[in-house]
């Protein structure tokens, strides 16, 4: 073997995918070359990305109340480390920030030697975490082997065709094009061209949440304003409402109280299932890969999906939730009879249930340790609004208030010790197997619809929520009248007789109406292929060079992919030189929303690694 041919790539799209991307192959082009100067991957790399390349959504002139969703320590771009001294590039968030003098000032996270020093636990400004991409890639960049040449277009792909001897064009905002033998496309959170599912037509524009100086700027102080969302969008809603105007919070004891800037409007949260976010347990350590399943095991899940034989459609509801549902209940029970009587104690739960499991008598086993540690039904945690039902306004509002309280005090428990935690991290930790029954068609059509209506989002607010601190912000705004809770589940929206629109609760037994001057969408749509607002992605969808996943003929959205991530054409051809990751292959693929980085996060260097490999190799 000896030095490889120039291979051209191309990677569409350099958010923290399109970056990890890079990182791949400079990572795997510098292992070569140190293994044996004369085995060298040879490519020239164009990068196209009209914004600042590695940063994505992580604007860096974003306000610093924007936070991240987790903590400094669990983010990495250099998510693999190999044996012998790190690349210069082979820096985690936290000791990125801590080395460029990062500190906290009161609450403000700045370049201060006289701050407080960060921990791995905190939750820093998403500002940063642009900082950080940006720095990740101009080093990655110098640190490139021989034989590696990156080539930098600042600006927008708009299409990719087919090329002679098998190569592909790819078309640039700016009239350039480039001949490419493959072409990565990891566009991210590309926008959807119209919405659908706005009932009717309403006096009212839906604002956009993003970006959240822009849009919400419109609203004037004093007005109302409905927010469709509990979830971490609505959560950025809410706060540039309140301290984007320049409110703030006063500490007392473990308590904050919201003192007004009076700029702000008032206003009233709402979403489909009533129930708010969960915050992510303080100082919890992510246990993906450490937590070993006796229930939901690789064994469990091949019965389920027939592997490795012909493969059976599995309803996820009725066949796999239960697996994780009990695997929970396991990390429950361990984590309670841990706190309650130390380590044997947890030992002999955790294989009593595995034992009940296999004898089918994991119900008697569960009842019998709830009489000693207290009940934990993980399908009420999970289906929480499914049984609700509220007689007035004031009882919803109440109900919401509690559950945002009882889960902060649970996420406040010592060192992440509390055991609802312990189970949502069990359910974090399933994530991949998950992924390995419900990914590429793997459930059937009506399961598949229940699992993006009905249990996606349900998963993502139990594991994938906010910090603490946004609970203990809620709560006092609550207090403070600025934020309410006033119309149950699933509100209705109707046509005002002034300018506003009319929200009409659904769920509650005395019905209740009241008019908002402004909506606020407070949640993001999945981008989409076949109404993409993204010329790239619509030009693509239009010449059938991309097509949507199909159930039993039906389109469900979401973009047909081989496992190796090609995209299938209108004639049912894999397009073996593009490949495509990220939000836009959601619903074939599950979980796709995260920086890729170690534990939980690995699944996309994982792919991206393979292809980059696959590619270059
Ligand atoms: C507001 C927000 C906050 C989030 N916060 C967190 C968080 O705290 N933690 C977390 O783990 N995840 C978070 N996420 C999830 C998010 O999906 C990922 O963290 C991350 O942004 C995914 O990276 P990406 O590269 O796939 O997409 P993006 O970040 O969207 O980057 C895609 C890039 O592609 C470029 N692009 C698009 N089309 C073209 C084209 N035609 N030509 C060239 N370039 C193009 C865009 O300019 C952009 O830079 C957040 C998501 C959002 C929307």
Redesign the pocket.
Known sequence: MGTASLTKLVI???????LCALERVISGARRRAGDDPAIRWRARVHV????APG???YRMDEPDYLI???ACGQMSLYATPTDGPPPRYGVGFYDWAVARGYRWVGDECRIDPSGRPLTPDDYLP?RIMGEYLSWFFDTLVSEAPAGIEIVVHRT??VDVTAAPAGKEQVRLADGSSVIADHVIV?????ANASRDDVPGILPVPWLAP?PVTGTLAAIPAGSTVGVSGMGL?AI?VVTALTVGRGGSFDATGGHLTYRKSGHEPTISLFSRTGEPYTAKAVGATDVTGVYQPVICTPDALDALTGRPGARRLVDARGELFPLVFAEMQVGYYTQASLLAKGAAEAAAVRRQLERAWSASTFGPAVEDLATRYGPYDPGSDFFADDTATFATSKDYAEHFRAAVEDDLAEALRDGGSSPLKVAHGVLRSLRDAVRGVVEFGGLTVESYLDFQAHIRGRVKRLEAGPPALRSRQLLALLDAGVVRTPFGPSPSLHPGEGPGVLLESERLDRRVSEPVDWLVRGH?DDPTVDRSA?P?MARLYAAGRLTQLHYDGVPVGSVALTRDSHPIDARGRAQARLWVF??VTEGTRYFT???PSPKS?IRAVEDIGACVEAILA
Do not use: F, K, M, Q
Request: charged share 15%.
């Open positions: 569409v799209g350099l958010g923290p995918w399109g196209v990305e009209p914004a940063c994505g959504v991240l969703n987790n998403r927008e792909a990891t566009t991210g959170h590309t993003y969008v950025d993001l993204s790239l990220g939000a929303h995260y920086i996060r």
